[in-house]
Structures are given as C-alpha cells and as structure tokens.
C-alpha cells in the first residue's frame, strides 16, 4: 500500500479533492490516523494436537470478543448500543463454534480455524443480500479480534496518536465507531461503505463528519493533512491554510446557527414541513424524545423481535410501545410494524429456503404467511395507544401493490387504530401511488431500500455505492411521483429515509411536494435552519435542477451551486 504524509496524493495535486459520498455533514481538517491494520495469520498453522483443548482456547477467545462488544454496548448510546449488542451475540452463535470444531477437525490450527469459520459465516450472508449483507463487514472485524485474542496479540481498533486527528481506514466496525470520541476524532474517511452503512449511521449520530467510498483514500498515510467535507464527499489533500480556515470559519458559524434553531419545520415563506425522527430501540428513546422535533416519523419495532428465540407476547410489546407513547406525549408516533423476514430472519419463524432473499417473503410479504403475528402486533399497539397521549399511526413495510395497502388499512382499523398508511420502498408502489394511496391514509417514502430496489445495487457492493446514492434523478423522480400523488389526495407524503436528513436534500424533497421529514435526531435542526432559508417556490425550483441532472453529482452540485449557503 503506498502513502502519503504531509503530500498530495499520486494524481491529485495539493488541494485537489478525492471523490467519495458524504455521509455525515460538516467540515474538518487534521492529521490523518489509520485504523491498525488487523492480524496476519501465522505462515505455518498446523493441525492442533489436542483438539478440545484448542476448542476451549477458541471459545475462551470468542467470549473475551463477545465481552468487549457488551462492555463498549453498555457505555454506548441510541443505535451504536443496539448494534453493539447484536454483534456480541453473532460472535458467541454456537453455530460459528460448530464451524471451528470443523476446521480443526480438518487439519487446521486455530487461529486459522477461526479465520475460516468466519469467513463461511460472511460468504453466508453475501449470499443472503440485503440487510445481511451489509452485516458481513462487521463479520470481518469479529474474525480480527477473535484471531487476535487467539495469537495474544493487541486487537484491532482505533489510534490514539495524543491529539485530535481524521481518521482513515479501508473500512470501520460498529465496535470501532461507537466508542469514537468526537473531541479527537475530527472526521472519518473510509474506502469502502455507503450511505446506509453502520459508518455513515452511527457517523451522523455522533456528528463527525465522514466520507464513505472514497477508494483513492488508499494512499492516505499517517500524518499527512486532509480536509474533510461530509456534506460535499470531498477530501482535500494538503489543503491551504486559507481553505482550512475558510471550512473551519464556516463550521462554526453553523454551530451558532443551529444551537439558534427552534420550533416546527417551516420554509421562509410559512409551508410547514413536519420534522420528526427516527428510533430504532429503546437505547434511542431518551435523546431522541429531548430532540425539538414534533414526533416520531419511524419507529422501528424490530428490535422487540430480532435475536429471541419466541415470539414477544402482547403485553411485552404493548409496555415496549408505551415507552415510546408516553415519552412523546402530545406528539405524532408512526410505527412501523414488523420489518422481518428473509433479510431480517427471526428465530421463532421457519422462513424456508428462498433463491433471493432479497426480493423474498419479508415485511408485509411475512405478515401475510403469519397473520397471527401482524394481528397480536396491531392489538398491542392498540392497546398501548389507549393509555397514552400520543397521536399515533401505524404503517407496513414493503408494500408493493393497492391491495396491499388496502387491506393492511382495514386490518388496522378494525384494531382501533383510525390511522393506517404504507411505506414506499419498492418501485411498484411509488408507480401506482395514486392507487396506492386510495386504499390508505399517508405514505412514508423508505429511500434506502427504494433507491436500492431501483437501481438494482446491493448495498454492499462497494464499485456501485454511487448507484444507492439518494441523490440519483431516478429516485427522485419516484419520489416525485408518490408526492404528487398525495397532494392528489390531499394525503401526507413523508420521506424516512437517509436522505431526509440531508439539510441540501430536504429542500429538493420539499420541492418534490413531500410533506414531512423523519432522519435521525441530530439532523433535524440543520434541515430546520435550511428550510427557513428557502420559500416553497425555491425549493420546487431547487427540485427542477435536480430532476433535470444526469446523475446525483450533478444533481447535488447543481443545487448546491444555487441554494442559499448553509
């Protein structure tokens, strides 16, 4: 691997920026540090001379990993916990020992052992698509610290050069990210990930600023200086101390803008645009009810469901919604019923064997194999609802067809719950919107799953991460599509993806017509200050630019050129 210290790059000429796609906005510079680089294996591995003896060592080593995990679960918060916890249970899956026991059985040593289990578990999940598959990155990393513990060797993780500093790395792990300290870590550059993945996520719930994808970060070295924008994808190499200070100039005046911020989403000429956030558990629940937001625009109910080996009865479930209810009291809740299924395998369900998971029995599509399931979630919803103050809605996920969405409006309602809508995330849906939403009262557009159904990029295929980004005219012309539908209607159409809390975006998706925006809570006071910037009328012309661009470069450039600074 070649390097670079305190030069520019092969290519790129002092000030010159490498290419990526910005996750987590903002602006920084610094020193780059390099994630450690992970184990090597030893050159002769050979078979073991005392196999359980070997298989204990390789348990005590996977629980040492597992205990790390809950130890950094426990001192993390919002979706880094939730993360960090699944984690800990992939690395003690009594599975993945099975596979261990195979290996030595087979002639190898341990470490080596270990490095193959691993490495079947990964090809398992690439082969599964979807969510899985972006889970398989995280598999390398539990490999790494599993042979380091075998070798007694220092695992993984990140520097600490003694002062604050950019890091770099070819990829980051969900154990790596969460326990980041923002104070030294200035921004994040990593060669590979995308706009969905745990980086770009846990990046933007820190607030550092991260570039993924950005390949030509290979030739970042130790020490030499970078500038990093997280809104644009850029990475200035050797920048000049006037853009330095320019950048930096305008970060913190950004700081004092948004700590000014307030009250409900509006644009500058009095369009109210509803700002809500999304919550994936109950390690979110507290930050994002302190958020000034006016509710909740995705609750994610998975996190009841996924790594149990039974099914949550109505009571348990009705106690994990309440939570949620009473802590935004007065407020909009949408929850999303279960998101599972093919992708998300639950561990009470026999799923079966499908040929592409992916595009397999999950969301509503499970729901309808176990309409029993769906029925016990709605009734503790319902019932959940009745004790608390909460306006709230309920919606299905991966909703393809009006049928759909007409029948899962019905079954809602005849539990008590007067509000029933569907999520947009397959192509079809957005299509017969108009249709669609004859059956139901509101949309709420999923960009990630919609843009990656479109394009037929797997997220973690890292040469087509281009493809997922929400900035694509593509995407956004079924968006397009769906919001006017809506305004058709006169039913809400919202956006709950990545994309809504881009505070650039949200003004293209505003001019698109949608009518609220659900993003993580730390994003949601930048696209407040942006939308007050812009009246209805520049944001629908801001949308024009977009649309009329030939791909999501130009699109964000050419309306990055022509909003108001942010």
Known sequence: MSSVCGAAAPGNEAGNPLAGIGVSPGAAAGPVARLAEPPRLPETDGPEPDLDAALE?????????????????????????????????????????DRVLAALRAGR????????????FRQSLLAAGGYLAERAADLDDLRNRAVAAVLGVPMPGVPDPGHPYVLVARDLA????????????????????????????????LGIPAVVACREAVVLGDGGRVLVDGTSGRVVVDPATDLVEDAESRAARRVAELANSSGPGRTADGASVSLLVNIGGAGDLAGAAATDCEGVGLLRTEFLFLDRAAEPGR?????????????????????????????????FVDHGAEPNPALGVRGLRLAV?????????????????????????????????????????????KHGLPVAGVMVEVPAAALRAERVLAGCDFASIGTNDLGQYTFAADRMAGELAGLLDPWQP????????????????????????????????????????????????????????????????????????????????????????????R
């Open 57 to 97: 060592r390789g348990r005590r080593a996977l629980r040492t990993v597992a205990e790390l995990l809950d130890e950094r679960s426990a001192r993390a918060e919002g979706p880094a916990a939730d993360i960090l916890l699944a984690q800990s249970m992939m690395v003690v899956d009594p599975a993945l020992l």
């Open 109 to 120: 040593g341990l470490a080596t052992a270990i490095d193959v289990a691993f490495g079947g």
């Open 174 to 205: 969900p154990a790596d990210t969460a326990t980041l300290d923002p104070a030294l870590v200035r921004a994040i550059v990593t060669e590979l990930g995308g706009p969905t993945s745990h980086t770009a996520i846990l990046a933007k719930s």
């Open 315 to 347: 009571a348990e479930q009705r106690r994990g919604y309440a939570d949620v209810f009473a802590a935004f009291a007065g407020r909009k809740v949408v929850v999303r019923t279960l998101d599972a299924g093919a992708d998300k395998p639950l561990g």
């Open 369 to 413: 194999r176990h309409p029993a399931m769906l029925d016990e979630q709605l009734a503790a919803i319902a019932a959940a609802r009745e004790d608390q103050d909460a306006d709230v809605w309920v919606m299905a996920p991966m909703v393809s067809t009006p049928a759909e969405a007409r029948d899962f409006a019905e079954r809602a309602k």
């Open 474 to 565: 593509a995407l956004l012309d079924l968006v397009r599509c769906t919001a006017a539908a809506g305004t058709e209607a006169g039913k809400p159409v919202g956006v709950c993806g990545e994309a809504a809390g881009d505070p650039l975006l949200s003004l293209v998706l505003v001019g698109l017509g949608v009518t609220s925006l659900s993003m993580a809570p730390p994003a949601v006071a930048a696209v407040r200050v942006a939308l007050a910037a812009h009246t209805l009328a520049q944001c629908e012309e801001l949308a024009d630019l977009a649309l009329t661009a030939d791909d999501a470069v130009a699109a964000r450039d050419r309306v990055a050129a022509h909003a108001r600074p």
